[in-house]
């Protein structure tokens, strides 16, 4: 069959990977693509956000499937567009990616359907909520209510911050539309976790979860970013946990959008946080992690094909999720600056070296090709380096071992993913 993804990140990149193992997988493409999906996919010209040209390209190569990774054309409506032109698409209507384009909505659903998450409100209002604010607990969480690049959350020491938060984000308007609600939450501490699923609308299989390192600089510090590193397993997604996420969280959100007439076809990212009153809901996105698609789609054993096929037709339940018992970690290679000021089109060397090693992996995230045909950096993160290993020490090891054969201009990562955790015993 002939597939074709839309999306030009590191995350494309293990999908369209992962794709090409499949003996159902004629042909791929992906939409725009990037100078390492080329190997495994045929890349389009056309930018996600462009629906109907997507659609005409489908239409035109006869395209079986298409898979839409990014959050943005999902919240947008492009599932909608594509059903409605008779085109098979993996991935939420608009009405259910909501779920991660309104956080108001997603904490509203939670209070409404009993799904533990912090204590929050919702205000329109920069003046009530500056009110507000003064009565809070310190620290507390101001989220700007819309989509804003993993952005606009805003953690406020003190209640000075907290009341210049509010007029960031709802009078300065720094995330635009995206800030006109703003969420003030309670503050939680203990350790993230990120669990992803595939969703049919009614059944929800759970992959095997992954731990982001958000923060620009080692130790988490610096500003946030799309995310600097992941690993997976995570040694504190015990059993225990997952027993009360199955209980408490997993299935009842699918039943809440079900119950809400959004019944939800795709991938929930499910952000967790473990606090000591037990996990709690963080966030939730409509799509797969990236970089937590790159540690867990190495991992997983099934096609990729069947599951999208079986989300899609509402037989996810005939599917058993299986994953192997290998750790792995991947280490962003990024362009000194980011996220903020970087250079961009600096030659990349060193790609040869990952040839015939099937336990590493060199995702592209910000790449391309310049006119010379030389693979040159196109963005703040350049690479995904990634590597499976017995143990997450192992797994670790390999993967920083691998940055070194990789050499650009200005080159940067954390020299710390999966560090805190790499001596953990636990089995998988
Ligand atoms: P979100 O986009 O909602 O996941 O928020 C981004 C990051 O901000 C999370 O990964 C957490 O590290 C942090 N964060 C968000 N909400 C809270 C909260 N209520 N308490 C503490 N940290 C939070
Ligand atoms: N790595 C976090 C995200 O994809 O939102």
Not at 162 to 169: D, N, Q, S
Not at 283 to 297: K, S, T, W
Not at 380 to 396: F, H, N, Q, S, Y
Request: proline fraction near 4%; aromatic fraction near 8%; hydrophobic fraction near 35%.
């Amino acid at each position: 069959m002939k597939i074709l993804v839309i999306g030009g990140g590191g995350r494309e990149h293990a999908i369209c990977w992962k794709l090409s193992q499949s003996p159902k997988a004629e042909k791929i493409y992906c939409a725009p693509g990037n100078a390492g999906i080329r190997e495994v996919a045929e890349c389009v010209p056309i930018q996600p956000m462009e629906f109907e040209k997507l659609a005409d390209f489908a239409e035109e190569k006869k395209i079986d499937l298409t898979v839409v990774g990014m959050d943005d054309p999902l919240i947008g409506g492009i599932v909608d567009v594509f059903e409605a032109r008779g085109l098979r698409v993996f991935g939420p209507r608009k009405n259910a990616a909501i779920l991660e384009g309104s956080k108001a909505f997603s904490k509203d659903l939670m209070r409404k359907y009993g799904i533990p998450t912090a204590q929050y409100e919702t205000f329109t209002d920069p003046g009530k909520a500056a009110e507000y604010v003064k009565t809070c607990r310190i620290p507390v969480v101001l989220k700007a209510s819309g989509p804003a690049l993993g952005k606009g959350v805003l953690i406020c020491m003190t209640r000075e911050e907290a009341e210049e938060g509010i007029r960031t984000l709802m009078v300065d308007k720094k995330f635009g539309d995206s800030g006109d609600t703003v969420v003030v939450e309670e503050f939680m501490t203990g350790r993230e976790v990120s669990v992803l699923s595939f969703v049919d609308g009614k059944t929800v299989r759970i992959m095997s979860s992954a731990q982001d390192h958000k923060r620009a600089k080692d130790g988490d510090q610096g500003l946030n970013t799309g995310g600097m590193g992941n690993f997976s397993p995570s040694p504190f997604y015990t059993r225990e946990v997952d027993d009360f996420c199955e209980k408490n969280i997993y299935q009842k959100t699918v039943d809440a959008m079900a119950a809400e007439g959004r019944p939800f076809v795709g991938v929930i990212f499910f952000g967790l946080m473990l606090t000591d009153e037990g996990p709690k809901v963080l966030e939730y996105n409509c799509r797969f992690g990236d970089p937590e698609a790159q540690v867990v789609l190495p991992r997983m054993e099934n096609d990729l094909v069947d599951v999208f096929e079986a989300c899609i037709d509402g037989r996810l339940e005939e599917i058993d999720l299986k994953f192997r018992k290998q750790a792995c970690v991947t280490v962003v290679l990024a362009s000194d600056g980011y996220p903020v000021k970087y250079e961009k089109g600096v030659p990349i060397q060193g790609f040869e070296k990952f040839r015939g090693k099937s336990d590493y992996l060199c995702f592209h995230a910000g790449t391309k090709l310049d006119e010379q045909g030389r693979i040159v950096t196109n963005g703040g993160r350049v690479l995904d380096i990634t590597a499976l290993g017995r143990d997450l020490k192992e797994a670790r090891r390999k993967a920083y071992e691998a940055t070194e054969w990789i050499s650009f201009r200005n080159k940067y990562m954390r020299h710390d993913i999966a560090k805190s955790i790499e001596d953990i015993d636990f089995s998988f």
